[in-house]
């Protein structure tokens, strides 16, 4: 069914998006815990206390390097190759043997100058060509090295005259002078560590940092998380339009009156509940109309047991009395018996009549696929020269009829002819069908005896009518008075789908 091929399209689309979401999701819970704790405050990390942290850390280690004699250019650019740029290290998950650090690592270039002023090594890039290692370095040539550079070859102490800053594009000059052993005053030179920083990570990066991470985890994991969801979604949204699937077949084969199947579902979730309760609800329904069909039945059984003893059983009854009294008088008063044998016949031909009238009645009678104007104009036509009684039938107008009014009319029409057959004793009777905006209208008036309907009545026929016409939302009244005919008026409302033709 479409309307289930839309729904199985659209809970994939809603499983795909909301993988994709909870993993961004994650990722930015994530990156606002872990980024915070790694990157530098703004305020900590400055250019005097990352001179610091380099003098302590890796004085030791060129001070040995560059008071060799001639200093080893390979070690020296060797040990610039293996720096390594972390700032900061945090480890924030481990899983068995496997451990997940985040780390902060600065972007820097980096300088070893002799106390000569020989470039002893620099790292691969970023640098002027005139750089060649073993010559004297021109600091001109970098924006901002000059002044530091003299002023770490020169031995001096002061901090502040060992770097340079650019403000606007956030970078560092730093020149950390090279101390012979513990670097206190009077200890000579061997050489200078050049360190430029082009970024510095701190606390004014996670924004950008934390979108960077997220926009190349968009394109690395977003596809494949993508492609997970739809799948997951697929699948389990092809399940559960299966199982609506089902749950509708089975459904549309009750609505046509088919209760020998049932859902078949035995997931135990929500879905499966509510088709048990609606098993049950369909056996209850199939229970209730059998048990209406069975009251149906009898219901009409005993209607039949009543007509036929009211009218052919009283009529067979007084044909058998005029066929006894004309067998008993046969011999001696042939003429009497021959008016009590005519007696008899007629009332033979009413039983036959009347029995007549009846499996008319009873017959099923087609109203679908045909004009029911037409099929009821041709019934009450064959009941008029059956029952010999003159009837006049106007129709006006014309409507489509759904399938439940027209079958109440005619029923209603069938037992109406069927009381002026029996009980009125008219010899003319009319019917009219009117259409109208809305509603439909039947009115049928016989020229009988008529009747007092304040008085009590035995039969069933006027409450059957009644019955009908008030399951449809419909009116139905009687109107009749002794010697005066009976009228019988029934309207009905249309469907709202019903169109009015012309």
């Keep these: 069914m479409n309307i289930f091929r839309q729904l199985r399209w659209k809970l994939t689309l809603n499983y795909t998006i909301v993988t994709v979401s909870a993993f ?85 270039r980096a300088l070893i100058i ?33 002044a ?36 206190v005053e009077y200890s000579p030179v061997l050489g200078v560590v050049v360190l430029i920083v082009d970024i510095l990570p701190t606390q004014a990066n996670v924004p950008a940092h934390l979108l960077n991470i997220a926009g190349r985890s968009l394109v690395i994991f977003l596809f494949g998380i993508g492609i997970l969801g739809a799948i997951f979604g697929a699948f389990f949204a092809h399940g559960l339009s299966a ?12 609505s046509e009156g088919d209760f020998s199947k049932f859902i078949e579902d035995t997931t135990g979730d929500e879905i499966s509940q509510f088709a048990m309760r609606l098993n049950n609800m369909a056996k209850q329904l199939q229970s209730l109309l059998h048990k209406r069909q069975e009251m149906a039945v009898s219901e009409e059984r005993n209607r039949l047991a009543r007509d036929l003893h009211d009218s052919a059983k009283q009529q067979a009854l007084a044909a058998s009395f ?20 005519v007696e008899g016949d007629v009332l033979v031909d009413s039983v036959r009549t009347e029995l007549t009238n009846l499996i008319h009645k009873l017959r099923p009678q087609t109203l679908d696929g045909q004009n029911f104007s037409e099929t009821l104009k041709e019934y009450v036509v064959d009941w008029s020269h059956r029952s010999g009684i ?28 069927a009381n002026i057959t029996r009980h009125s004793t008219a010899s003319r009777a009319e019917l009219t069908l009117e ?68």
Excluded at 243 to 254: E, H, K, Q, V
Excluded at 390 to 402: R, T, V, Y
């Design 243 to 254: 199982r609506f699937t089902r749950l509708s077949t089975t459904i549309d084969a009750w």
């Design 435 to 502: 259409y109208k905006p809305g509603t439909v209208n039947l009115r049928i008036k016989d020229y009988g005896r008529g009747f007092d309907p304040s008085l009590p009545h035995g039969g069933l026929g006027l409450s059957s009518m009644r019955e009908r016409a008030e399951v449809l939302s419909g009116s139905f009244t009687v109107e009749s008075s002794p010697r005066q005919g009976t009228t019988i008026t029934v309207s009905l409302p249309l469907h709202a789908t019903n169109e009015e033709k012309p």
């Design 390 to 417: 003159e009837l006049n039938i106007e129709i006006d107008g014309h409507q489509e009829l759904s399938i439940e009014i027209r079958e109440a009319l005619f029923r209603i029409t069938q037992e109406a002819l």
């Design 24 to 108: 961004l999701v994650i990722t930015l819970i994530l990156g606002g815990i872990i980024l915070p704790r790694v990157f530098i405050p703004i305020n900590i990390m400055t250019p005097e206390t990352l001179i610091q942290i380099l003098q302590k850390s890796s004085n030791p280690i060129w001070s040995q390097v560059l008071s060799q004699s001639p200093v080893n250019t390979e070690l020296v650019n060797s040990l610039l190759k293996e720096s390594d740029p972390t700032i900061t290290s945090v480890d924030f998950l481990r899983i068995g043997s496997l451990q997940f650090t985040v780390r902060t690592i600065a972007e820097w």
């Design 148 to 183: 530091p550079l003299n002023a770490a070859l020169a031995g001096d102490t002061d901090l502040s005259h060992l770097y340079t800053t650019y403000e606007l594009a956030g970078k560092y000059v730093m020149a950390v002078p090279v101390m012979n052993g513990t670097g």
């Design 322 to 341: 005029q066929l006894g009294t004309a067998l008993t008088l046969f011999d001696r008063d042939p003429q009497t018996a021959k008016k009590h044998l």
């Design 114 to 146: 002799g106390k000569d002023g020989i470039l002893l090594g620099k790292t691969e890039s970023g640098f002027p060509d005139t750089f060649v290692i073993g010559e004297p370095i021109d600091p001109t040539q970098v924006q901002g090295l000059e």
